[in-house]
């Protein structure tokens, strides 16, 4: 190999030093960008009326956003209530029945595969298993949609953070005499019970501004939501697809970054409060 | 009272199997959705390049080509960045870099719907006022001798280009928080002796901590490609959803994603059974990424001594 001389490693590292600050400020700036963007154009369509009005068709003065915004609660929040049982259930599963130890690695496997699986798919199945059969589009569905995207991201973080409670709490709950349920429910799981909280959090901010299986499920409706389970429910993602593709209206635009801003704050919101959340139970121990 | 316990115990496993029966359900019903476009195309849909709706002609290359490319070039720009970023990251003074780490981490929470708003609202009129003129106007990149007619002279902002840059911008803090774990797992020792025997930062990068986490690199490139095939909404704001196979870069193309979330709400019939063979086709990419991504990254977490 040829001798490089220090002259030429010395500029190389220096390169790439300077290669990689650049790196971080372009992926920083771009963020700021985006948010700021989505702030500059939000802020003007906040008013109150933006949150108290349905939302209406083109032309309709004084059209707000207030009937998404409360379909995307009910929505999420069906997800949340749907999914979160069997997720907790499945993570203590992995975690604690190492008897099932060969399946386990298995579903853990399918687990983490579910996790990367583009989203529009969900939605198709969705369609196909309960749109189709119940014949109309409806909350409902767009909740299980959400649903099914949310379970492994909780199944998985469950079993992470029951795994780092320390085997002597099992072991002392057991030789008192508790079952192995009670050991489970009341021991392990209530010691964990921050890093529980931490996964359902960061599935619902994950899928609170999922819009594509949505587009094939809850669709879109100029009216409040008290159609959830068998009516087209409005919710903030499908408003803002539809106000800035299909539409050619300024006005239109301006609702579709006011319904953008409130999904970033709400999303970035449970992000940060999870963070928080997390970084106290790492603090507390 | 030990019947509960394992009434308990089987009520866990039930739902931890539920995973399993979705996963399962998804190719068994995708499958069935889409025989009818199967038994009169066979195979050869995956070949043909006309859709067609008014005369019931489907065929699945353009937008197979159309996920190919925007992906490929998502890549392309995305790994260098998060590669050098994690590399910033994992040296820089304790406060600076855990700041500038949970700001990535928040570009990984912004939704896909608002990567396609400002897509759409600034990135895609940037491109076309700016960089598109550039490219073509001033470096002149449409007339080079071979490459040349793969880039393309006509442009309008929207197009394959402009949905790899929003993919790129998307998949960055997902590539990179995995880097910076990968990077943060080689042995301290390792380093240090590198530094000890006179390598200079980037050698040491380049020599020891790349090849010592290699398969985790991998694996975090195969997640990033997993995110980037299956990406709908960002995609479909910018790349102009044409439904013919695109002649070059800066043309408007389609992804299988973004053919999904446009046609299908209309779709019936014969056009709707390509659909879902559409989906079946891309559930199956993702599956072997996500297969791949797993592999390696599995790799990496045993070589740390990790009990799974």
């Not at chain 1, 009670?182 to 501004?209: E, F, H």
């Not at chain 2, 014969?270 to 199956?284: E, H, I, K, N």
């Amino acid at each position: 190999m040829k001798k490089k001389t220090i002259f030429f490693r010395k500029s190389a590292d220096r390169l790439v030093r300077i290669a990689s600050g650049l790196a971080v400020a372009v992926a920083v700036a771009v963020m700021f960008w985006i948010i700021f963007t989505v702030f500059r154009h939000g802020s003007a369509a906040l008013k109150p009326s933006f949150f108290i009005n349905p939302s209406k068709p083109y032309g309709i003065p004084d059209g707000g956003i207030a009937n998404a915004l409360i379909g995307t609660v009910f929505i999420t929040f069906g997800a949340a209530v749907l999914a979160t049982p069997p997720a907790l259930l499945g993570g203590i599963c992995l975690s604690e029945y190492k008897e099932f130890r060969r399946f386990n690695a298995t579903l853990r496997f399918a687990a983490n595969v579910m996790m990367g699986m583009p989203s529009v798919i969900v939605g198709l199945f969705v369609y196909t298993s309960v749109v189709v059969p119940t014949g109309n589009f409806s909350g409902l569905a767009g909740s299980i949609a959400l649903a099914i995207i949310m379970f492994p991201v909780i199944m998985r973080t469950t079993e992470d953070m029951l795994g780092m409670v320390p085997y002597a709490l099992r072991e002392s709950a057991l030789a008192l005499g508790l079952t192995r349920t009670r050991t489970t429910v009341q021991i392990v799981c209530r010691s964990a019970r921050k890093g529980l909280l931490t996964g359902i959090l960061l599935a619902l901010s994950r899928v609170s501004g999922e819009t594509a299986p949505l587009l094939f499920t809850a669709l879109f409706a100029d009216r409040w939501p008290w159609g959830y389970f068998n009516q087209p429910t409005a919710n903030l993602p499908v408003l803002i697809t539809e106000y800035s593709t299909n539409s050619p209206f300024a006005e239109m635009h301006r609702a579709g970054w006011g319904a953008a801003l409130v999904v970033t704050v709400l999303v970035l919101a449970i992000n940060v409060a999870t963070r928080i959340i997390f970084r106290e139970k790492k603090h507390g121990h | 009272m030990f019947k509960s316990d394992s009434f308990f115990k089987w009520l866990c496993l039930a739902s931890a199997a539920l995973i399993g029966i979705l996963m399962l359900g998804f190719f068994i019903q995708l499958t069935v959705s889409s025989s009818e476009i199967w038994q009169t195309y066979g195979l050869g849909f995956l070949a043909s390049r006309d859709w067609d709706p008014v005369n019931d002609h489907y065929g699945a290359l353009p937008s197979i080509v159309g996920t190919l490319v925007t992906t490929t070039i998502s890549l392309i720009i995305a790994l260098p960045l998060a590669f050098s970023a994690a590399l910033y990251l994992v040296d820089a003074r304790p406060l600076i870099g855990e700041v500038l780490g949970h700001a990535i981490d928040l570009l990984a929470a912004i939704p896909s719907i608002i990567y396609g708003m400002w897509g759409l609202f600034v990135l895609a009129p940037l491109m076309q006022d700016y960089v598109e003129p550039f490219l073509v106007e001033t470096l002149k990149l449409s007339s080079l001798p071979v490459v040349g007619k793969y880039i393309g002279s006509d442009y309008n902002g929207f197009g394959l280009l402009t949905a790899g840059i929003i993919l790129s911008i998307m998949i960055l803090p997902y590539i990179c928080a995995i880097l910076r774990d990968v990077f943060l797992m080689t042995p301290p020792m390792l380093r240090e002796s590198a530094y000890g025997i006179g390598c200079t930062k980037w050698e040491t990068a380049k020599d020891i901590v790349l090849r010592y986490g290699i398969r985790g690199i991998l694996g975090a490139i195969f997640i990033g490609l997993g995110r980037a095939l299956g990406e709908t909404m960002a995609v479909l704001f910018v790349i102009g959803n044409i439904m013919d196979m695109p002649e070059n870069l800066l043309s408007g193309a389609t992804t299988i994603a973004s053919t999904l979330a446009n046609n299908f709400p209309e779709a019936d019939g014969l056009q709707r059974s390509a659909l879902f063979a559409l989906g079946l086709v891309l559930l199956t990419m993702s599956f072997g990424i996500q297969i791949l991504a797993q592999y390696y990254l599995h790799a990496t977490s045993a070589k740390r001594g990790e009990e799974r």
